[in-house]
């Protein structure tokens, strides 16, 4: 059976206390992404608009729709939309609010382009 020198011991201690600070920068790095994140909420901007075929004329960094415009932009109820998230069809939201997910319109373009047989409004 090995037995730890000293040297091997110290070693050990040096690499728990490694991990140790790094597993806590980590923690730290990560709640300031969060905190970051939680700031820029409010900044962004969901912009509803009666004809989803068309993009708003607002400018804006990004926009976000909800099922609603989803849906306009399919020409489907937005139970369809609901439907193809719940079967896991739909990408992730990019954004929630209040328990409401929205999209980037360029994200619902980029997954119909991809969905076999798409049709683009």
Same mark, same amino acid.
């Given at each position: 059976m =090995? $037995?730890?020198? /000293?040297?091997?011991?110290?070693?050990?201690d #040096?690499?728990? &206390?490694l991990?140790?600070?790094?597993?806590?920068?980590h923690?730290? +790095? +990560?709640? !300031?992404i #969060? #905190?970051?994140? &939680?700031?820029?909420? %409010?900044s962004?901007?969901?912009? &509803?608009? @009666?004809?989803?075929? /068309?993009? %708003?004329?607002?400018?804006?960094a /990004?926009v976000?729709?909800?099922?609603? $415009?989803?849906a !306009?932009? +399919?020409k489907? /109820?937005p139970? #369809?939309?609901? @439907?193809y998230?719940?079967?896991?069809?739909?990408?992730? %939201?990019? =954004?929630? $609010?209040?328990?409401? %997910?929205?999209?980037?319109? @360029?994200?619902v373009?980029v997954?119909?382009? @991809?969905?076999?047989?798409h049709? $683009?409004?």
């Amino acid at each position: 059976m =090995h $037995e730890f020198t /000293q040297n091997e011991h110290e070693q050990n201690d #040096t690499d728990d &206390r490694l991990n140790q600070l790094l597993a806590t920068a980590h923690a730290e +790095l +990560l709640e !300031a992404i #969060t #905190t970051q994140q &939680r700031h820029a909420l %409010p900044s962004m901007t969901v912009i &509803r608009n @009666s004809d989803a075929s /068309q993009e %708003p004329t607002k400018t804006t960094a /990004q926009v976000l729709w909800s099922y609603k $415009e989803i849906a !306009a932009h +399919l020409k489907v /109820q937005p139970d #369809t939309v609901r @439907s193809y998230r719940k079967h896991g069809l739909l990408p992730a %939201p990019d =954004h929630v $609010e209040g328990g409401k %997910p929205y999209w980037y319109s @360029s994200t619902v373009r980029v997954w119909i382009a @991809s969905r076999p047989g798409h049709r $683009e409004a």
